[in-house]
Antibody, heavy 122, light 112 residues
Framework: EVQLVESGGGVVRPGGSLRLSCAASGFTFDDYGMNWVRQAPGKGLEWVSGINWNGDSIGYADSVKGRFTISRDNAKNSLYLQMNSLRVEDTALYHC???????????????WGQGTLVTVSS | DIVMTQTPLSLSVTPGQPASISCKSSQSLLHSDGKTYLYWYLQKPGQPPQLLIYEVSNRFSGVPDRFSGSGSGTDFTLKISRVEAEDVGIYYCMQCIQLPPAFGQGTKVEIK
């Protein structure tokens, strides 16, 4: 059974930093691209960032480019999102999401984690 | 960026009756590889989204056959042949032919 379990969310002041983690199990992690997709309270879905199977292809939404960094450790079956210079508008539930193939984004998303909540507030 | 537009934004359906959701993209989702990169998801209350349909019309593993997808180019439809109580939630379409992947606004389906 595919499982994606996020952690690392919390409350942070504007300008602060957080590092999200996603522990993957139930599949061969380095066969798949991975993504972060967020959902602001009561709002829709927004793709944040993606990384291909070996980490040599990465993409970001314009809204987070230059502030967020995605990475993965295939030996640990883990995905990460380093979030710096956080803004109030980054407040959301952040889901770890598996791509349908080796790349990110272009193969669709098939499995989603429950998410970890990030709240940016003064 | 490609913009995805869903209609209606909300739908109230009697159990056993059909339901239909439209999704339109601002650009064609047909790739040169012959595939059309349009996906449908259902987010049940309190749960993460779950994949229903991939590449316009292919049901994902375990998805009941009352769900079907159709369309081409820029116009797509998700149909539920006979709505059941467990189908309540928000339905999203998504394109991934071009980065960034983009979702529709969502269609909230409730039971009458």
């Amino acid at each position: 059974e595919v499982q994606l379990v996020e952690s690392g969310g919390g409350v942070v002041r504007p300008g602060g930093s957080l590092r999200l983690s996603c522990a993957a199990s139930g599949f061969t992690f380095d066969d798949y691209g991975m993504n972060w997709v967020r959902q602001a309270p009561g709002k829709g879905l927004e793709w944040v960032s993606g990384i291909n199977w070996n980490g040599d292809s990465i993409g970001y939404a314009d809204s987070v480019k230059g502030r967020f960094t995605i990475s993965r450790d295939n030996a640990k079956n883990s995905l990460y999102l380093q979030m710096n210079s956080l803004r109030v508008e980054d407040t959301a539930l952040y889901h770890c999401v598996r791509s349908g193939g080796y790349s990110y984004g272009g193969d669709g998303f098939d499995y989603w984690g429950q998410g970890t909540l990030v709240t940016v507030s003064s | 960026d490609i913009v995805m537009t869903q209609t209606p934004l909300s739908l109230s359906v009697t159990p056993g009756q059909p339901a239909s959701i439209s999704c339109k993209s601002s650009q064609s989702l047909l790739h040169s590889d012959g595939k059309t990169y349009l996906y449908w998801y259902l987010q049940k209350p309190g749960q993460p989204p779950q994949l229903l349909i991939y590449e316009v019309s292919n049901r994902f593993s375990g998805v009941p056959d009352r769900f079907s997808g159709s369309g081409s180019g820029t116009d797509f439809t998700l149909k539920i042949s006979r709505v059941e109580a467990e189908d309540v939630g928000i339905y999203y379409c998504m394109q991934c032919i071009q980065l960034p992947p983009a979702f529709g606004q969502g269609t909230k389906v409730e039971i009458k």
